[in-house]
């Protein structure tokens, strides 16, 4: 059964302070690894897919990392409306569904 | 805005009730996956339809069903509802049935009482 571990399971950071949120996983056969962020009461918002290890994509100030084992979510110098509940998600071996893990908060203070 | 549509945005209803919940895939998207997100078990896939055709099925109750129609929109049917039944419902669309990227709807947050 595929596994998508989060941590931390909440984060608290100043503005400007960058940090790290972490995504590992125990899957047969990655064929995607998605981290989408979602606002209270809202549907996820896709931000990233990764296919392979070593495959790094960057949008505005976050910046995703996949290797064989885990994906790190890279956010810099955030800022208050980087708040919200950021959600990885693989898909892998046949099945079409992705497997969530249970988020991270986020809340930037400023 | 990911161009998929949910409606309602809210429904308030009874136990022992029936409701349909309906969604809008994006222009040109030909899957719709059902997604239910509560406090305790986070999101969770319930059903995929591809141009019509189940193509996979997660942990979804016997008491749900759904159905893609042929102008791409899907209903999920919620019936013999239950307390534990209140939850956010998503719908996701993609344009193939494969490896695409699923983008989300607004959901529909039901509450039974």
């Known amino acids: 059964e595929d596994q998508v571990t989060q941590s931390p399971e909440a984060l608290r950071l100043q503005e400007g302070e960058s940090s790290s949120l972490n995504c590992s996983y125990t899957v047969s056969g990655l064929r995607g690894l998605f981290w989408y962020r979602q606002d209270p009461g809202k549907g996820p918002e896709f931000l990233f897919t990764l296919y392979s290890a070593g495959e790094e994509k960057e949008k505005e100030r976050l910046k995703a990392t996949l290797t064989k084992k885990e994906s790190f979510l890279h956010i810099t110098a955030p800022k208050p409306e980087d708040s919200a509940t950021y959600l990885c998600a693989v898909q892998a071996g046949s099945a079409r569904q992705l497997t969530f893990g249970s988020g991270t908060q986020l809340t930037v203070l400023p | 805005d990911s161009g998929v549509t949910q409606t309602p945005k809210h429904l308030i209803t009874a136990t022992g009730q029936r409701v349909t919940l309906r969604c809008s895939p994006r222009?040109?998207?030909?899957?719709v996956y059902w997604y239910q997100q509560s406090l305790d078990q986070g999101l969770q896939f319930l059903i995929q339809?591809?141009?019509?055709?189940?193509?996979a099925k997660g942990n979804i109750l016997e008491r749900f069903s759904a159905q893609q129609f042929p102008d791409l929109h899907s209903e999920l049917n919620l019936s013999s509802l239950e307390l534990g039944d209140s939850a956010l419902y998503f719908c996701?669309?993609?344009?193939?049935?494969?490896?695409?990227?699923?983008?989300f709807g607004p959901g529909t947050r039901l509450l039974v009482l």
């Open positions: 996701a669309s993609s344009v193939g049935s494969g490896d695409e990227t699923q983008y």
């Open positions: 222009s040109g998207d030909l899957s």
């Open positions: 339809y591809y141009n019509g055709e189940e193509r």
